[in-house]
């Protein structure tokens, strides 16, 4: 069973649509992270939830909106996508009682591709 | 706020030799995690090793080590016996304590067959 799922794994669409990356952790872990690497490989966070309550969020677009239905979810929707929003975006995992023991558990990222 | 720094962008290393990864970071944190994160081709990224930085003994993970230095902010990652399937990119991260990972920029490590 795969820990910390995404998908899709590859997405490529037109500028000015919306679009959703769904993941789903099996961990019962209690919070959940969006992370985006860019084209240099670097790696920011973006959100966080712990127990569908948002907790870190960045400096990112109004355009990007998590949203956590329960704690084993969270999903990212993009609207008017631009060019710059490409990127991988890596859903993450982890518990409040041993993050710092076992750092994030990473899904294996969505590829997102804006034409 | 928190960095994360790793000064070499890419290096390389001949198969069942060792290499040292190097990572700086900046805090005003007396308590906090710090990671080492592999990224193979397949763009997965899986945890490598980590330390306590209340624990002076070094971390180690059958072929991997660190040298962690709280003074000088410092946390090299050792890897001995090197094997083709190490090739990947190799992140830094540090936690901080509202709960960020911050990485550092990568290592793109290549191994010489």
């Known amino acids: 069973d795969t820990a910390v799922s995404q998908t899709p794994k590859y997405l490529v669409t037109q500028m000015g649509n919306d679009k959703s990356i769904k993941c789903e952790q099996n961990l019962g872990h209690d919070t959940m992270y969006w992370y985006k690497q860019d084209s240099k490989k670097f790696l920011k966070i973006m959100f966080s939830?712990?127990?569908?309550?948002?907790?870190i969020n960045e400096t990112v677009p109004n355009r990007f909106s998590p949203k956590s239905p329960d704690k084993a979810h969270l999903n990212l929707h993009i609207n008017s996508l631009e060019l710059g929003d490409s990127a991988v975006y890596f859903c993450?995992?982890?518990?409040?009682?041993?993050?710092?023991?076992?750092?994030?558990?990473f899904g294996s990222g969505t590829r997102l591709t804006v034409v | 706020a928190q960095t994360v720094t790793q000064s070499q962008p890419e290096m390389s290393v001949q198969e069942a030799e060792t290499v040292t990864l190097s990572c700086t970071y900046d805090t005003s944190e007396s308590d906090y995690y710090l990671f080492w994160y592999k990224q193979p081709p397949s763009r997965q990224m899986i945890l490598v090793i980590r330390q306590e930085a209340y624990k002076q003994q070094n971390a180690t993970e059958n072929r991997f080590s660190v040298n962690f230095q709280k003074a000088a902010k410092s946390f090299s990652l050792k890897i001995s016996d090197s094997q083709l399937g190490d090739a990947a990119m190799y992140f830094c991260a540090y936690r901080s304590a509202d709960d960020k990972i911050i990485f550092g920029k990568g290592t793109r490590l290549h191994i010489l067959p």
């Open positions: 993450a995992s982890s518990h409040v009682l041993n993050r710092g023991r076992y750092g994030y558990t």
């Open positions: 939830y712990n127990n569908k309550e948002l907790i």
